[in-house]
């Protein structure tokens, strides 16, 4: 089978866990790689084994016959970057956010939709295979009518004044931070397993740092404490490190979310429990082979992550026996596998499997109502 050649841009922290995503699945070959600085990308084009690399993102995709490309830059690059590949013909899977505005993402969802082309949305927690079982068991009725959800997403990586990242800079990050990055990934958790729709809702958020200690040199995602003291400059900040949201559904039940990058012991913790009128399922990121069952009438329950127990669309997601763990790296596999055979018949199927730019579109609908919530104090109706 002819192999699809694919580039990615942006080889930090989550671009190479593209790459090694993509070397697990047959005939696909990254065969290059762009990022800012050229004596970086050299070295990261080594330390990866990639052949071609750039530090000019135009040049890249005139010279290199690419198939896909993957954008795994900070968020403000990412939509001219989607839209001069897509104007090349080359698909795209995207990094959540999309983009940083609203009318961005819609202009990518329209491109998408004009040209054909494949587009996918990195929303790779939706890839863990109990995350697919949670949503065939909501689909067959087994929660019944959905009565609650509340969902968290915690992490400790900015729990310092001294943790510092492109990600606290409004200028490459957008107006939101904590929920435009890890509550983006929640939010379209909690639509897709549960099958509600947000309507309305009412956010309540705190900067708990209003200043950081800014290193005087560039780090990458999570690399941070290895910085010394006086290589800071203290700088104001100004988007949420914390928020709280109250959710309203489309079937006239309610909800409510909690994002934190400065909570103590939480790494990456993704959080979701659905409370519905025959049982209760809670799953959470760190454990995410495990889906704890929560019965009124009999003894609560644990579902280990076994094919063999799963309904058969959700065993698809699973590569591993029961017992042989999965986590993070599988998710990526999972969803590119989706990807890739849309990309075999080159052209968005008219019902992806995979989350697409209008999911992204969505994400940014629904923080742009959050935010606007929390600037007036009141709630919003999307
Ligand atoms: N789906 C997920 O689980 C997940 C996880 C992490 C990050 N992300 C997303 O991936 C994107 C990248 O995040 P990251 O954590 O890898 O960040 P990172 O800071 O680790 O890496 C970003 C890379 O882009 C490069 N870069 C910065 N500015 C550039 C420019 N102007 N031109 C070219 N290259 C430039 C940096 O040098 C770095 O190598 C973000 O949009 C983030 O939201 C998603």
């Not at 841009?9 to 070397?23: K, N, Q, T, Y």
């Not at 000019?56 to 690059?77: K, R, W």
């Not at 897709?192 to 947000?198: K, L, N, Q, Y």
Request: glycine share 8%; hydrophobic share 35%; net charge negative.
């Amino acid at each position: 089978m002819k192999k699809l050649k694919v580039g990615i841009a942006g080889v930090g922290f989550i671009g190479p866990a593209h790459l090694e995503a993509l070397r697990r699945l047959p005939d696909i070959e990254v065969i290059a790689i762009f990022n800012r600085g050229a004596e970086k990308v050299k070295a990261k084009a080594k330390q990866l084994g990639v052949s071609n690399y750039f530090d000019d993102y135009q040049q890249m995709l005139d010279s290199e016959p690419l198939d896909c490309i993957h954008i795994c830059t900070p968020n403000n690059l990412h939509y001219q970057q989607t839209k001069e590949a897509m104007e090349r013909g080359i698909h795209v899977v995207c990094e959540k956010p999309l983009a940083t505005t609203i009318q961005e993402a819609k202009d990518l969802v329209n491109l998408a939709s004009a040209t054909g082309l494949v587009n996918a949305v990195h929303f790779n927690i939706r890839y863990y295979p109990m995350v697919r079982q949670m949503k065939l068991m909501r689909e067959k009725g087994e929660l019944g009518a959905i009565y609650s959800i509340i969902g968290s997403y915690l992490q400790d990586w900015l729990f310092y004044n001294t943790d510092y990242n492109w990600r606290l800079e409004p200028e490459q990050s957008g107006e939101s931070r904590a929920l435009a990055d890890i509550g983006s990934h929640l939010l379209d958790l909690l639509e897709h397993v549960s099958g509600c729709d947000i309507t309305a809702v009412m956010a309540d958020m705190n900067t708990v740092h209003k200043t950081r200690k800014k290193p005087l040199k560039p780090i990458e995602t999570y690399s941070g404490k290895m910085l010394q003291p006086d290589d800071y400059q203290d700088v104001e900040i100004n988007t949420e490190d914390y928020a709280s949201v109250l959710l309203r559904f489309d079937n006239g039940n309610k909800g409510v979310i909690t994002v934190s990058q400065v909570a103590a012991g939480r790494k990456n913790r993704l959080s979701l429990e659905i409370a519905g009128s025959n049982k209760t399922i809670g799953w959470t990121s760190e454990s995410p082979n495990e889906l704890w069952m929560g019965e009124r009438d009999q003894a609560n329950g644990v579902l280990l992550r076994d094919p063999s127990l799963f309904h058969p669309e959700a065993a698809k997601l699973v590569s591993y026996p029961g017992g042989h763990n999965e986590g993070f790296p599988d998710t990526s596999k999972q969803l590119f596998k989706e990807v890739y055979a849309a990309i075999r018949q080159g052209m968005q199927p008219e019902k992806p499997t995979y989350p697409t730019f209008e999911d992204g579109l969505r994400e940014l609908i629904l923080n742009e109502a959050i935010l606007k919530s929390a600037k007036q104090q009141r709630w919003i109706e999307l």
